[in-house]
């Protein structure tokens, strides 16, 4: 269906469709989701249909993208608690089965997030559409919000943004924005870690602009 990332940018309508549905499913039927025999396949289409520049496309796969990896984090914590507290073992042997495949993709987005993130930051310095980069920059807040855990974003982050110009975003831009994941648990913000991810977009967009 999409052998390509150019095919995802001509088919767009197809990438809203089946992350449309993908999104219902986690939402409605995670079960039958979390079931899917194919996850090579789906991990597959969920990196090489990122970054997609189509405003309905972009809003629905970076949305399932947030949901899932909300939701994963939600499920594999309050199943190994239930698993910890279960008296029945026969119903934790079951909790263990689904736990499973949970853990499968969650280990998926560990492994990939760091290309994830890159990926946005290149997609923002591309100078997509002002809808489409306002998605990609809340896309980055989310999973550094839900990934912060263990200092993973804070690196995602600092790797992603090596790429960055310095005419783009100064050394000290970057700081700043990194101590926004840095910080504590009582002192962290999500707004501050918004305001400066929507400075780099203006920036990178406010430097295209400069070199037309």
Known sequence: MFATRQDCE??????????????????????????????????????????????????????????LSKRLKEDIAEAKERNFVAADHQSAVVEDQSLMKKEIIWNFLMAQGSNLVQMYIEA?????????????????????????????????????????PINVFTQENKQKLLITIKVGEQYFRQSALQ?????????????AIRSN
């Open 10 to 67: 001509y088919n767009p309508d197809l990438v809203n469709d089946f992350f449309g549905l993908s999104l219902r499913y986690i939402r409605k039927a995670p079960g039958l989701f979390y079931e899917c025999g194919e996850l090579e396949t789906f991990f597959t289409l969920l990196l090489r249909c990122a970054c997609i520049e189509n405003l309905n496309a972009a809003r629905t796969h970076c949305t399932f993208i947030k949901e």
């Open 124 to 164: 923002l310095l591309r100078v997509p559409p002002r809808d489409v980069a306002e998605i990609f920059v809340d896309t980055l807040v989310s999973l550094c919000v839900t990934f912060r855990d263990n200092d993973v974003a804070y690196s995602w982050i600092e790797n992603g943004l090596h790429q960055v």
């Open 195 to 207: 305001t400066e991810l929507d400075l780099l977009s203006k920036r990178a967009r406010n430097s």
